[in-house]
Protein backbone atom coordinates (compact mmCIF):
# COMPACT_ATOMS: atom_id res chain seq x y z
CA UNK A 1 0.00 0.00 0.00
CA UNK A 2 2.92 2.34 1.15
CA UNK A 3 4.94 1.47 -2.30
CA UNK A 4 1.38 2.29 -4.35
CA UNK A 5 0.91 5.46 -2.58
CA UNK A 6 4.28 7.08 -3.52
CA UNK A 7 4.28 5.63 -7.08
CA UNK A 8 0.63 7.76 -7.51
CA UNK A 9 1.66 10.60 -4.80
CA UNK A 10 5.22 10.73 -4.42
CA UNK A 11 8.04 13.51 -5.83
CA UNK A 12 9.26 11.92 -8.96
CA UNK A 13 11.86 13.84 -9.35
CA UNK A 14 14.30 11.07 -8.62
CA UNK A 15 12.61 8.97 -10.83
CA UNK A 16 13.02 11.51 -13.75
CA UNK A 17 16.70 12.02 -12.57
CA UNK A 18 16.97 7.71 -12.69
CA UNK A 19 15.28 7.85 -16.43
CA UNK A 20 17.46 10.72 -17.80
CA UNK A 21 21.09 8.64 -16.74
CA UNK A 22 23.24 9.51 -19.07
CA UNK A 23 23.05 8.90 -23.19
CA UNK A 24 25.44 5.90 -24.12
CA UNK A 25 24.10 5.11 -27.55
CA UNK A 26 22.81 7.28 -30.27
CA UNK A 27 22.07 6.10 -34.24
CA UNK A 28 21.81 8.77 -36.78
CA UNK A 29 18.97 7.80 -39.67
CA UNK A 30 20.07 8.73 -43.30
CA UNK A 31 19.66 12.50 -44.17
CA UNK A 32 17.09 13.82 -46.53
CA UNK A 33 17.63 16.82 -48.42
CA UNK A 34 14.01 18.99 -47.68
CA UNK A 35 13.17 22.44 -49.18
CA UNK A 36 17.10 23.73 -48.03
CA UNK A 37 17.09 21.70 -44.81
CA UNK A 38 18.64 18.09 -43.80
CA UNK A 39 16.04 16.30 -42.18
CA UNK A 40 17.07 12.81 -40.39
CA UNK A 41 15.88 10.71 -37.92
CA UNK A 42 18.19 9.92 -34.36
CA UNK A 43 17.06 6.90 -31.97
CA UNK A 44 18.66 7.96 -28.40
CA UNK A 45 18.98 5.57 -25.99
CA UNK A 46 20.21 5.75 -22.32
CA UNK A 47 22.02 3.82 -19.74
CA UNK A 48 18.47 3.33 -18.10
CA UNK A 49 16.83 1.68 -20.59
CA UNK A 50 14.85 4.85 -21.71
CA UNK A 51 15.39 5.46 -25.93
CA UNK A 52 13.85 8.02 -27.34
CA UNK A 53 13.17 8.85 -31.18
CA UNK A 54 13.65 12.22 -32.51
CA UNK A 55 13.72 14.15 -35.59
CA UNK A 56 16.27 16.83 -36.69
CA UNK A 57 15.79 19.17 -39.49
CA UNK A 58 18.71 21.76 -39.51
CA UNK A 59 20.28 24.36 -42.35
CA UNK A 60 22.12 22.21 -45.27
CA UNK A 61 24.06 24.45 -45.62
CA UNK A 62 25.94 24.01 -42.93
CA UNK A 63 27.23 20.35 -44.19
CA UNK A 64 29.64 22.66 -46.50
CA UNK A 65 30.86 24.96 -44.34
CA UNK A 66 31.01 22.13 -40.94
CA UNK A 67 34.53 20.82 -41.55
CA UNK A 68 36.24 24.50 -42.13
CA UNK A 69 34.02 26.57 -39.67
CA UNK A 70 30.91 24.94 -37.89
CA UNK A 71 27.97 27.27 -37.54
CA UNK A 72 26.48 26.94 -34.05
CA UNK A 73 22.84 27.65 -34.25
CA UNK A 74 19.94 28.19 -31.73
CA UNK A 75 18.53 24.76 -30.79
CA UNK A 76 14.43 24.09 -30.64
CA UNK A 77 13.07 21.21 -29.12
CA UNK A 78 9.71 20.58 -29.79
CA UNK A 79 6.77 18.27 -28.07
CA UNK A 80 3.85 18.44 -30.08
CA UNK A 81 0.38 16.14 -30.23
CA UNK A 82 0.61 12.42 -29.05
CA UNK A 83 -0.47 11.39 -32.88
CA UNK A 84 2.07 14.02 -34.26
CA UNK A 85 5.01 12.97 -32.05
CA UNK A 86 8.45 13.47 -34.29
CA UNK A 87 6.82 14.78 -37.65
CA UNK A 88 5.97 18.04 -35.50
CA UNK A 89 9.55 19.34 -37.40
CA UNK A 90 8.29 18.44 -41.03
CA UNK A 91 5.41 20.80 -40.17
CA UNK A 92 7.79 23.62 -40.23
CA UNK A 93 8.99 24.85 -43.44
CA UNK A 94 11.70 26.67 -42.94
CA UNK A 95 13.83 26.57 -39.77
CA UNK A 96 14.97 30.91 -40.17
CA UNK A 97 18.45 29.40 -39.55
CA UNK A 98 17.57 27.37 -36.36
CA UNK A 99 17.81 23.97 -35.66
CA UNK A 100 14.65 21.97 -34.43
CA UNK A 101 14.56 18.68 -33.02
CA UNK A 102 10.96 17.10 -32.70
CA UNK A 103 10.31 13.85 -30.17
CA UNK A 104 7.86 11.12 -30.12
CA UNK A 105 6.53 10.00 -26.97
CA UNK A 106 8.28 7.02 -25.73
CA UNK A 107 5.32 4.98 -25.26
CA UNK A 108 6.41 1.24 -25.58
CA UNK A 109 4.18 -0.99 -27.96
CA UNK A 110 1.38 -0.16 -29.79
CA UNK A 111 -0.86 2.70 -29.25
CA UNK A 112 -4.05 1.76 -27.74
CA UNK A 113 -7.45 2.47 -30.13
CA UNK A 114 -10.35 0.66 -28.23
CA UNK A 115 -11.16 1.06 -24.56
CA UNK A 116 -9.98 -2.43 -23.74
CA UNK A 117 -6.70 -1.88 -25.08
CA UNK A 118 -6.40 1.47 -22.90
CA UNK A 119 -7.43 -0.34 -19.41
CA UNK A 120 -4.33 -3.26 -20.68
CA UNK A 121 -2.00 -0.72 -21.85
CA UNK A 122 -2.06 1.49 -18.38
CA UNK A 123 0.93 0.55 -17.01
CA UNK A 124 2.91 1.49 -20.20
CA UNK A 125 0.64 5.00 -20.09
CA UNK A 126 2.00 5.73 -16.78
CA UNK A 127 5.73 4.62 -17.38
CA UNK A 128 5.62 6.85 -20.81
CA UNK A 129 3.99 10.06 -19.47
CA UNK A 130 7.05 9.69 -16.25
CA UNK A 131 9.23 9.21 -19.36
CA UNK A 132 8.52 12.48 -21.12
CA UNK A 133 10.42 14.78 -19.26
CA UNK A 134 13.79 13.01 -19.06
CA UNK A 135 13.18 12.11 -22.76
CA UNK A 136 13.36 15.83 -23.46
CA UNK A 137 16.12 16.29 -21.29
CA UNK A 138 18.43 13.11 -23.00
CA UNK A 139 16.78 14.93 -26.75
CA UNK A 140 19.12 18.21 -25.45
CA UNK A 141 22.12 16.11 -24.32
CA UNK A 142 22.16 14.68 -27.66
CA UNK A 143 21.77 18.07 -29.61
CA UNK A 144 24.61 20.00 -27.25
CA UNK A 145 27.23 17.06 -28.44
CA UNK A 146 26.40 17.94 -32.05
CA UNK A 147 29.11 21.18 -33.39
CA UNK A 148 25.65 22.46 -35.09
CA UNK A 149 23.90 23.41 -31.36
CA UNK A 150 24.86 26.53 -29.81
CA UNK A 151 24.30 25.57 -26.23
CA UNK A 152 23.60 28.60 -24.95
CA UNK A 153 20.64 29.23 -27.12
CA UNK A 154 18.27 26.24 -26.76
CA UNK A 155 14.48 26.56 -26.16
CA UNK A 156 12.09 24.15 -25.05
CA UNK A 157 8.51 24.02 -26.72
CA UNK A 158 5.86 22.01 -25.76
CA UNK A 159 2.46 22.00 -27.69
CA UNK A 160 -1.13 20.87 -26.79
CA UNK A 161 -0.31 17.57 -24.59
CA UNK A 162 3.51 18.22 -24.93
CA UNK A 163 2.81 21.66 -22.78
CA UNK A 164 2.49 20.09 -19.03
CA UNK A 165 5.44 18.17 -20.21
CA UNK A 166 7.59 21.07 -21.27
CA UNK A 167 7.05 22.63 -18.33
CA UNK A 168 8.45 20.45 -16.09
CA UNK A 169 11.45 19.16 -17.99
CA UNK A 170 11.85 23.09 -18.27
CA UNK A 171 11.99 23.37 -14.38
CA UNK A 172 14.46 21.26 -13.99
CA UNK A 173 16.77 21.63 -17.05
CA UNK A 174 18.71 24.97 -16.31
CA UNK A 175 20.13 24.44 -20.21
CA UNK A 176 16.74 25.54 -21.56
CA UNK A 177 17.40 29.35 -22.16
CA UNK A 178 12.93 29.74 -22.45
CA UNK A 179 10.32 27.71 -21.61
CA UNK A 180 7.45 28.01 -23.70
CA UNK A 181 3.45 26.78 -23.25
CA UNK A 182 1.47 26.59 -26.56
CA UNK A 183 -1.90 25.63 -26.13
CA UNK A 184 -1.68 24.43 -22.40
CA UNK A 185 -3.29 24.62 -18.60
CA UNK A 186 -2.54 24.45 -15.30
CA UNK A 187 -4.73 21.31 -13.60
CA UNK A 188 -5.01 17.73 -14.49
CA UNK A 189 -8.08 16.74 -13.74
CA UNK A 190 -9.77 19.67 -15.34
CA UNK A 191 -8.41 19.03 -18.58
CA UNK A 192 -8.96 16.03 -18.72
CA UNK A 193 -12.72 15.84 -17.59
CA UNK A 194 -13.34 18.73 -20.34
CA UNK A 195 -11.56 16.48 -23.06
CA UNK A 196 -13.52 13.62 -22.24
CA UNK A 197 -16.86 15.36 -22.95
CA UNK A 198 -17.06 14.38 -26.56
CA UNK A 199 -16.60 10.51 -25.94
CA UNK A 200 -18.45 10.39 -22.64
CA UNK A 201 -21.50 12.37 -22.78
CA UNK A 202 -22.37 10.89 -19.56
CA UNK A 203 -21.48 13.11 -16.51
CA UNK A 204 -21.11 10.94 -13.97
CA UNK A 205 -19.75 8.28 -16.36
CA UNK A 206 -17.01 10.72 -17.72
CA UNK A 207 -16.36 12.36 -14.27
CA UNK A 208 -15.49 8.93 -13.04
CA UNK A 209 -13.31 7.83 -15.99
CA UNK A 210 -11.75 10.97 -15.27
CA UNK A 211 -10.94 10.87 -12.04
CA UNK A 212 -9.60 7.69 -12.42
CA UNK A 213 -7.56 8.35 -15.27
CA UNK A 214 -5.83 11.57 -13.01
CA UNK A 215 -5.24 9.15 -10.54
CA UNK A 216 -4.00 6.12 -12.77
CA UNK A 217 -1.08 9.14 -14.09
CA UNK A 218 -0.04 10.34 -10.80
CA UNK A 219 -1.58 13.63 -12.04
CA UNK A 220 -1.55 15.86 -9.21
CA UNK A 221 2.17 15.65 -9.33
CA UNK A 222 2.43 16.85 -12.66
CA UNK A 223 0.10 19.43 -12.81
CA UNK A 224 2.52 22.10 -14.66
CA UNK A 225 1.53 24.61 -12.04
CA UNK A 226 3.60 22.59 -9.01
CA UNK A 227 6.63 23.25 -11.49
CA UNK A 228 6.18 26.54 -13.30
CA UNK A 229 7.55 28.67 -10.51
CA UNK A 230 11.01 26.76 -10.87
CA UNK A 231 11.33 27.80 -14.45
CA UNK A 232 12.39 31.65 -13.39
CA UNK A 233 14.36 33.34 -13.61
CA UNK A 234 14.32 31.80 -17.02
CA UNK A 235 11.36 33.42 -19.35
CA UNK A 236 8.61 31.29 -19.69
CA UNK A 237 5.76 32.38 -22.15
CA UNK A 238 2.59 30.90 -22.88
CA UNK A 239 0.69 30.83 -26.41
CA UNK A 240 -2.84 30.43 -26.01
CA UNK A 241 -6.17 30.86 -28.17
CA UNK A 242 -9.03 33.17 -27.69
CA UNK A 243 -11.76 30.41 -29.07
CA UNK A 244 -9.57 27.20 -27.45
CA UNK A 245 -12.36 24.73 -25.79
CA UNK A 246 -10.46 22.20 -24.85
CA UNK A 247 -8.40 24.43 -22.49
CA UNK A 248 -10.66 25.30 -19.85
CA UNK A 249 -9.47 29.53 -19.33
CA UNK A 250 -9.83 28.91 -15.32
CA UNK A 251 -6.69 26.86 -15.73
CA UNK A 252 -4.84 28.86 -18.54
CA UNK A 253 -5.23 31.57 -15.94
CA UNK A 254 -4.07 29.38 -13.17
CA UNK A 255 -1.04 27.72 -15.06
CA UNK A 256 0.31 31.60 -15.70
CA UNK A 257 -0.52 32.80 -11.97
CA UNK A 258 1.66 29.90 -10.51
CA UNK A 259 4.89 31.48 -12.84
CA UNK A 260 7.33 33.88 -11.31
CA UNK A 261 8.28 36.39 -13.10
CA UNK A 262 9.70 36.98 -16.11
CA UNK A 263 6.98 35.39 -17.91
CA UNK A 264 4.12 36.05 -20.60
CA UNK A 265 1.09 35.15 -22.23
CA UNK A 266 -0.12 35.75 -25.73
CA UNK A 267 -3.29 35.45 -26.61
CA UNK A 268 -3.94 34.20 -30.82
CA UNK A 269 -7.06 33.81 -32.44
CA UNK A 270 -8.46 30.66 -33.14
CA UNK A 271 -9.40 27.24 -31.77
CA UNK A 272 -7.01 24.73 -30.02
CA UNK A 273 -4.10 23.74 -32.30
CA UNK A 274 -4.30 21.06 -34.74
CA UNK A 275 -1.52 19.17 -36.93
CA UNK A 276 -2.01 21.03 -40.26
CA UNK A 277 0.31 23.45 -41.36
CA UNK A 278 -1.96 26.37 -42.00
CA UNK A 279 -2.77 26.37 -38.32
CA UNK A 280 0.70 25.26 -37.59
CA UNK A 281 2.78 27.69 -38.87
CA UNK A 282 2.21 30.98 -37.34
CA UNK A 283 2.58 29.50 -34.02
CA UNK A 284 5.74 28.09 -34.99
CA UNK A 285 6.50 31.33 -36.78
CA UNK A 286 6.18 33.47 -33.62
CA UNK A 287 8.25 31.52 -31.45
CA UNK A 288 10.76 31.60 -34.60
CA UNK A 289 10.45 35.09 -34.78
CA UNK A 290 11.26 35.96 -30.98
CA UNK A 291 14.22 33.32 -30.87
CA UNK A 292 15.38 35.48 -33.76
CA UNK A 293 15.01 38.96 -32.48
CA UNK A 294 16.61 37.88 -29.26
CA UNK A 295 19.58 36.59 -30.62
CA UNK A 296 19.86 39.95 -32.78
CA UNK A 297 19.22 41.65 -29.83
CA UNK A 298 16.42 43.39 -31.04
CA UNK A 299 14.06 43.20 -27.88
CA UNK A 300 15.10 44.65 -24.28
Given at each position: ?6 L??G ?8 R ?24 L ?5 L???L ?9 AT????P ?22 P ?10 SY ?22 A ?19 Y???SRA ?6 L ?8 G ?50 R ?6 AP ?5 P ?5 A ?20 P????W??G???R??P ?21 R?
Amino acid sequence: MLGARHLLLGDPTPRFAERRSDLVQWTDGAPERVGGHDVHTVRLVASSGLEVELLVKRPAADDATAAAAPVRRPVIVIAGGHRTGREAARLIPDTRGTVVAALSYPLRGARPRTGVEVVRAVPAIRDAILDTPPAMMLALDYLLRQPYADASRAELVGVSLGAPFAVIAGSLDPRFRRVWAIHGSGGSYVPLEHNMRRKIPLTPLRVAAARLADVIIGGPRLAPEQWAPRIAPRPFVMVNALDDVQMPRAEVDRLYASARTPKEIIWVPGGHVRSRPEVVHPLIELVLSRVLADDNGERP
